[in-house]
């Protein structure tokens, strides 16, 4: 029996793939291969896959310029070279100082040394009532024992305000807010340094002799021209400069808004009058302190009044580290009938206890808070 023929065998062929779209059949490859036609699609993935993941890999974004660790390294650094700066230009001062206070009463100067750090405590509430945000206390604290380095650096207490402003900035306070409550800051703290300077002048039988202090009218008629001339110009400038009358009008209204939400608070209307008024009386209290262990021999409120007087009559003067009142504090004591040395050992006494000697600590603490972000 014959056997049947075999039947040959065939395989179907896949289906060619299709060309993309938009384009020519001709664009395909020139011929079949193993029966499939590969198209421009195909050869760009097979393209792909040999590539190298690291080619393919974007290069990655160069790093911040704030973010390299030299600027960070030199943000912390600055201040404790303006420190040791300000230290080789006033060497005599410093060691007069010290030399002075080597001799004193260390028990009077540790209770002056005690009110200091009470007065770090009345600014931090100030701060804190000016403004309706709550912020950390002990980094608001924090940041008021660094801003004393940072007067040293700004006249007339722009360092403080400088720190102030950039650590509730930190802490997510708008700048409108910020800068609003260093407006109801300052406004406080004048107001009751006023209200207590009154106070201590309808006591005391030493106003009389604030009269000698006062200058005379040769000198009064231009300090006053100046004067108006700065507002007359200020005014100008708020009315004809429309980019200029925008921000500050903006701030005004952020700043009587808030002023209004912090006086609807009872704890923050205490922690702002009430550290305003205790700041005062504390600052005058080291003095008191400092004079007793020196050998001032005058009563305390009348120490208080020339301290308050002097700050008042020239607090303004645009002198970094408070070198205007010293003269001016020093002048005063010496017209209450404190001896000439023992007045000025008085005063160089009492900016090392409350500015020289915290300075290299407020320093340290200020690069701290710079490392942490907090500044």
Same mark, same amino acid.
């Not at 974004?61 to 600027?71: D, E, H, M, N």
């Given at each position: ?136 206390? !002990?980094?608001?604290? @924090?940041?008021?024992?660094?801003? *004393? %380095? ?5 006249? &007339?207490? /722009? #360092?403080? $305000? ?111 009058? !009430?550290?305003?008024? @205790?700041?005062?009386?504390?600052? *005058? %209290? ?5 004079? &007793?262990? /020196? #050998?001032? $021999? ?78």
């Amino acid at each position: 029996m014959p056997s049947p023929s075999p039947v040959p065998l065939s395989l179907p062929l896949p289906p060619p793939s299709a060309p993309l779209a938009g384009e020519l059949p001709g664009h395909l490859a020139d011929g079949p291969v193993d029966g499939v036609v590969h198209s421009p699609a195909d050869d760009l993935a097979e393209e792909a896959v040999r590539t190298p993941l690291a080619a393919a890999t974007p290069p990655p974004r160069p790093s911040s310029f704030l973010a390299g660790r030299s600027v960070r390294l030199a943000l912390c650094l600055a201040p404790l070279l303006l420190v040791g700066g300000w230290a080789v230009a006033n060497r005599p001062v410093v060691y007069e100082g010290v030399r002075r206070l080597v001799a004193a009463d260390p028990w009077w100067l540790l209770a002056g040394g005690g009110f200091t750090c009470l007065n770090w405590v009345a600014a931090a509430c100030v701060r804190q009532g000016a403004l309706p945000d709550r912020v950390p206390a !002990g980094q608001l604290l @924090a940041s008021q024992f660094a801003a *004393g %380095a940072a007067n040293h650096v700004l006249p &007339a207490g /722009l #360092g403080a $305000h400088a720190v102030t402003v950039r650590f509730l900035r930190a802490r997510g306070v708008p700048l409108e807010r910020a800068t609003a409550s260093i407006g109801l800051y300052s406004l406080a703290k004048s107001s009751a340094k006023t209200v207590v300077l009154v106070v201590l002048l309808a006591v005391s039988p030493a106003w009389r002799r604030l009269g000698e202090l006062v200058p005379d009218g040769r000198l009064l008629v231009p300090l006053a021209a100046v004067a108006g001339g700065v507002l007359a110009v200020a005014g100008v400038l708020l009315t004809v400069v429309r980019p200029l009358r925008r921000p500050v009008t903006g701030l005004l209204r952020s700043a009587l808004a808030d002023a209004r939400e912090v006086h609807t608070r009872p704890c923050r209307v205490a922690a702002l009058w !009430g550290g305003a008024v @205790a700041m005062p009386l504390l600052q *005058g %209290a080291t003095l008191v302190c400092v004079g &007793a262990s /020196l #050998g001032l $021999h005058m009563p305390c409120e009348q120490v208080v009044l020339a301290y308050l007087a002097a700050g008042t009559a020239v607090g303004a003067v645009p002198a970094p580290g408070g070198f205007a009142v010293d003269a001016a504090l020093a002048w005063t004591l010496i017209t209450f009938g404190a001896a000439p040395a023992v007045a000025t050992a008085t005063v160089i006494g009492y900016r090392v206890l409350t500015d020289w000697v915290p300075l290299a600590p407020g320093a340290l603490t200020f690069s701290a808070l710079i490392r942490a972000r907090i500044l």
